[in-house]
């Protein structure tokens, strides 16, 4: 079945089940939460009784529009939703960040959701802007915040929960980066795709999701599932969410995680852990954990 007939049979034909799991004292944050499927995602914490969501914002002033947003619709006090500042252009700020994040009692779930998407080429930090933002940087901030994750899994009896949101848009991507570094003795995959003569910009976002899988596997053997809660390293998931729902939300029983006795690059076994997303964005309602 091709890209597009999946991508139109799951819109047409599939509905995920509505989120009621229950997060009563818990602490999660969420990425470029003040729009969006991060907006949507933190609603629903606050709604599954989470006793703090932090908004993790570029734009302080659009976090508290957004936190103000959804205490109203949820009925809660504003007190449950924090506004914390992120820029993922700045490695400082992250590292700001990730420090602040020391400081929290707990931490129970870390969505990564915050990116970006232009078609102007540009450099940060000696990438291409798609490729600092929403992988390396992103990457590194959660990588940070694991330490805090585990912390907490094993001071709590909890499973702590590291997502990163992508696009199943990345099986259509052209990458064409990709063949000039296989072509040209001494240049990488970075290199390649630092290059503003090499770039395709109206496939940049795609291709992002594609290096993203490259380093979310190695990621995910790393840091196995344990059902026993034994330890606080195997008590803290990562999870690669690859999924843009509109009006749907993801349910334990139909997330996936990879299995690294597969050849397969998607597994289909049942994940455990569940996380929860609603989204305004179109894309496929097929959840795929790569």
Partial sequence: MGYITTFLHSQLFVTLPYPDYDFSGQTIIVTGSNTG?????????????????????????????AAAEISASTDTPKSRVEVWQLDLSHSDSIKVFAARVDTLDRLDAFVQNAGILTN????????????????????????LVLPKLRESAARYGSRGRLTFVGSDLQYIAKFKEKSAAGKEAGVSLYDALASKELADMDDRYVETSCVYSEYSNPLQVLLPVSTDHSTPFSDTRFQN???????????????YHPDPTSSSTISRQAHAAPIFFETTLVGSKKPLWV
């Fill in 120 to 143: 102007i080429f540009s450099l940060v930090e000696g990438q291409e802007s798609h490729i600092a933002i929403n992988v390396t940087n992103a990457v590194l901030l959660g990588l």
């Fill in 37 to 65: 499927l991060g907006l949507e995602a933190a609603r629903h914490f606050i709604r599954l009784n989470a006793a703090k969501v932090i908004l993790a914002v570029r734009t302080i002033s659009k976090g508290e529009a």
């Fill in 241 to 255: 969410c690859f999924c843009f729902m509109p009006s749907a939300a993801l349910q334990p029983e139909v997330l």
